[in-house]
């Protein structure tokens, strides 16, 4: 499948040549009916972190985001015209981008699982999808064992989460690549990852690991708790519509 992105403010909506076929065929077709939601002369410049070393999502050039899954790119494209916005993206350790969300410094996180602990200090959307936590080990395990060894990324829901409820040890690492290794070589009983995360680094997982369902989980975009540009309520209906477009398929 050819995937072409028209690259204007109010022109990302993902478009599928006339020839092409797939699987998000009917994604992106119904994605290339989305509209902007503002006018062409409101066009807006919004600063979105996210957070670094996040499998499947690579800043490139020009300050732009590489999403390598077509459904997701398609999505936050479809976001960016609905909102009438040219994004600029900040790749930053996870930590750095809540903290300068916070600060406004920047307009927007995303992709972020949202977390009780976030949402104290900031304002989550709609939900864009759901991406919950797995269960990597070597062998069945309690997770009512709080002695267990477990492994997450540092500043990652899963991390700050598990850390929250009383395991001895919550390793955190700061590259999803290293929690593969904790694992193979037994240093850790259980690594916990989004499901996105564990389905993009399939090949770095030792042969015999086993993967349980965890912590169900919704991931979207985060905003300043003050929400000084009123972004929310157009944003939410953006992701409505974007999601509304996807079902079709």
């Not at 009916?33 to 006018?39: D, S, T, V, Y």
């Not at 193979?184 to 042969?207: C, F, G």
Request: proline share 7%; net charge positive; hydrophobic share 45%.
């Amino acid at each position: 499948m050819q995937l072409q992105v028209a690259h204007g403010p109010a022109q990302q909506c993902a478009i599928l040549r006339p020839a092409a076929a797939g699987l998000y065929g009917a994604v992106v077709l119904a994605l290339a009916l989305c509209q902007p939601a503002r006018g062409a002369d409101t066009v807006q410049r919004l600063v979105i972190g996210t957070p670094a070393g996040l499998p499947g999502y690579e800043l490139v050039d020009d300050n732009q985001l590489k999403i390598s899954d077509p459904y997701k790119k398609a999505f936050t494209d479809c976001i960016a015209s609905r909102l009438n916005a040219g994004f600029v993206w900040q790749s930053l350790p996870t930590k750095r981008v809540l903290q300068m969300l916070e600060a406004g410094e920047i307009d927007m996180a995303y992709p972020m699982g949202f977390t009780e602990e976030r949402a104290a200090s900031l304002l989550p959307s709609s939900p864009a999808w759901q991406n919950p936590d797995v269960l990597v080990s070597l062998h069945a395990v309690d997770m009512r064992d709080l002695h267990l060894r477990l492994a997450a990324r540092l500043g990652s829901p899963q991390h700050a989460d598990y850390l929250a409820e009383g395991y001895a040890r919550v390793t955190g690492v700061y590259a999803y690549e290293e929690l593969a290794g904790l694992l193979e070589r037994a240093q850790v009983d259980v690594v916990i990852v989004p499901r996105s995360v564990y389905a993009e680094q399939k090949a770095l997982w030792p042969p015999k690991a086993m993967v349980t369902a965890g912590k169900p989980r919704a991931s979207g975009f985060y905003l300043n708790k003050d929400d000084p540009k009123k972004l929310q309520k157009p944003l939410n209906a953006a992701i409505a519509r974007c999601k509304d477009a996807s079902s079709s398929r």
